[in-house]
């Protein structure tokens, strides 16, 4: 929770026009007076989206292998059931759309997946987790762009 409010606080800063005084962004840093600066050089904005995708929608590379362990707040899902993250992993453009049916402060557990409408396994949920190793990451993503749906509790 005290993760989520520090998150919550820079991006309510970047997006405030009258105190950032930049274009919208996450900038290099904030002056005493919370001016923000050089939004275009992006070293914390980098470190930023790192840690969302890692950190809170869990998504990292393990041993070569694509670990994904979310921890989303429900005010991510803005009262919907799913939030969708894209990016690149072996290559390859993977969309991953994570979708929820419960109610609950926060989704960590991984009940079921999809990779381009094919279901995985279940050896492949470890300790509430989605894991899938780097010998097995081909069979699974065999497109150029590849969607991947994974359910939460």
């Known amino acids: 929770e005290e993760g989520l409010e520090v998150f919550d606080s820079i991006v309510n800063l970047c997006l405030n026009k009258e105190k950032a005084l930049i274009y919208p962004g996450i900038p290099e840093y904030f002056t005493p007076e919370a ?72 989704y960590t557990k991984v009940t079921q997946a999809k990779i381009n409408n094919t279901k995985l396994p279940q050896n492949l949920f470890i300790d509430n987790s989605l894991f899938i190793p780097k010998e097995k990451i081909n069979c699974f993503l065999q497109n150029k762009e590849n969607e991947l749906e994974i359910w939460l509790e």
């Open 35 to 106: 001016k923000g600066m050089y939004h275009y050089l992006t070293g914390s904005a980098s470190w930023f989206i790192l840690t969302l995708l890692t950190e809170i929608f869990g998504i990292k590379g393990k041993l070569g292998g694509l670990f994904i362990s979310p921890k989303l707040p429900s005010p991510f899902f803005a009262n919907l059931n799913e939030i969708k993250a894209s990016l690149y992993f072996a290559q390859k453009k993977l969309n991953i759309k994570f979708i929820t049916t419960s109610n609950k402060n926060y």
